[in-house]
């Protein structure tokens, strides 16, 4: 393989370098949040269906425009985005829904989740076994390492959290990749070969694929990262051990990952809406302990974005 270089541009940042900027978040105001409220009302009185909610249907005629700049931000520039303030007291389960899902179709297009091909995934702790190979990340309250989903973007509308936990942390893969070309050149190489990760989709064949870790695109680099799914492909009859390359290169990634000069972290309050973009940014998630009562038990809506990148 060519020497493998280095790689430029707004979506290689340090946590002190993010937090500082303010570029990558929105706050809204009376008027914008009562905008919200209107299309939330509008969708709910013509009774739409909210698989097919389009910026159309969600009209937000001075938050859109700011909404726009922030996707821009999030899909050609440092990959995080973070609006705050929407307003989510006082709504319905389902106006919560209506709300993520309105506000993301103004950055990209909803795509289905997972076998059933749901758009919408509740983040609940369901009391499902995070050991068990099919388990689904947002099904348990156990801290999930650094990951990147399987679309272009992933939103994340807060309407509760933990008791305690549940802290959001980001990373520019980039920054990471380049401190290990820097580094451990041996390894850049290993990590732009393919690997085999679980679907999680069964126990056939059809579970298993593989794809690198870090890869060019147009000159630009595309990184997706799941430990978790790595190690679990190992189920896989037909699926080779990790080599001790392999084995190593997963050791330095998890090490950088954790390295506080390139961890965010986003403590996710009510009404905080987080995008990010899967080919530059990797996201976890710490462990939490919930409420007991019910309906204060913390509550994310996820939801999967296709922006039309190539």
Same mark, same amino acid.
């Given at each position: 393989?060519?020497?493998?270089?280095?790689?430029r541009? *707004?979506?290689?940042?340090?946590?002190?370098?993010?937090? &500082?900027?303010?570029?990558?978040?929105?706050?809204?105001?009376? @008027?914008?949040?009562?905008?919200?409220?209107?299309?939330?009302?509008?969708?709910?009185?013509?009774?739409?269906?909210?698989?097919?909610?389009?910026?159309?249907?969600?009209?937000?005629?001075?938050?859109? *425009?700011?909404?726009?700049?922030?996707? @821009?931000?999030?899909?050609?520039? %440092?990959?995080?985005?973070l609006?705050?303030?929407?307003?989510? &007291?006082?709504?319905?389960?389902?106006? %919560?829904?209506?709300?993520?899902?309105?506000?993301?179709?103004?950055?990209?297009?909803l795509?289905?989740?997972?076998?059933?091909?749901?758009?919408?995934?509740?983040?609940?702790?369901?009391?499902?076994?995070?050991?068990?190979?099919?388990?689904?990340?947002y099904?348990?309250?156990?801290?999930?390492g650094?990951?990147?989903?399987?679309?272009?973007?992933?939103?994340?509308? %807060?309407?509760?959290?933990?008791?305690?936990?549940?802290?959001?942390?980001?990373?520019?893969?980039?920054?990471?990749?380049?401190?290990?070309?820097?580094?451990?050149?041996?390894?850049?190489?290993?990590?732009?070969?393919?690997?085999?990760?679980?679907?999680?989709?069964?126990?056939?064949?059809?579970?298993?694929?593989?794809?690198?870790?870090? @890869?060019?695109?147009?000159?630009?680099?595309?990184?997706?990262?799941?430990?978790?799914y790595?190690?679990? @492909?190992?189920?896989?009859?037909?699926?080779?051990?990790?080599?001790?390359?392999?084995?190593? &290169?997963?050791?330095?990634?998890?090490?950088?990952?954790?390295?506080?000069?390139?961890?965010?972290?986003?403590?996710?309050?009510?009404?905080?809406?987080?995008?990010?973009?899967?080919?530059?940014?990797?996201?976890?998630?710490?462990?939490?302990?919930?409420?007991?009562e019910?309906?204060?038990?913390?509550?994310?809506?996820r939801?999967?974005?296709?922006?039309?990148?190539?």
């Open positions: 393989m060519a020497v493998i270089d280095q790689v541009g *707004p979506a290689d940042w340090r946590a002190d370098q993010l937090a &500082a900027a303010g570029h990558w978040q929105l706050v809204l105001g009376d @008027a914008q949040r009562a905008e919200v409220r209107a299309a939330v009302a509008a969708v709910e009185a013509t009774g739409g269906s909210p698989d097919g909610l389009s910026q159309a249907d969600f009209p937000l005629p001075t938050f859109g *425009p700011r909404l726009d700049r922030l996707a @821009a931000e999030v899909t050609g520039g %440092c990959g995080v985005g609006v705050r303030g929407l307003p989510v &007291a006082g709504l319905t389960a389902r106006g %919560c829904e209506l709300l993520a899902l309105g506000v993301a179709a103004h950055v990209g297009r795509v289905g989740q997972g076998p059933d091909g749901a758009v919408l995934r509740h983040v609940r702790d369901r009391g499902a076994d995070p050991d068990r190979p099919t388990t689904r990340s099904e348990h309250r156990r801290g999930i650094y990951h990147a989903d399987p679309t272009d973007v992933v939103a994340l509308l %807060c309407v509760r959290p933990a008791r305690s936990g549940g802290l959001s942390t980001v990373v520019s893969s980039v920054a990471v990749h380049n401190e290990i070309v820097r580094t451990r050149p041996d390894l850049a190489r290993v990590l732009y070969e393919p690997w085999w990760y679980d679907r999680r989709t069964g126990d056939g064949p059809d579970s298993f694929a593989q794809r690198p870790v870090y @890869a060019r695109v147009g000159g630009r680099l595309t990184a997706h990262y799941g430990p978790d790595i190690r679990s @492909a190992q189920r896989g009859a037909h699926v080779p051990p990790l080599t001790p390359a392999q084995r190593e &290169a997963m050791d330095v990634l998890d090490w950088l990952h954790e390295d506080p000069r390139f961890v965010l972290g986003m403590d996710l309050r009510v009404g905080d809406m987080q995008f990010l973009a899967n080919d530059v940014v990797v996201h976890a998630r710490t462990a939490y302990e919930d409420h007991p019910p309906e204060r038990r913390r509550d994310l809506i939801l999967w974005l296709d922006t039309g990148r190539d």
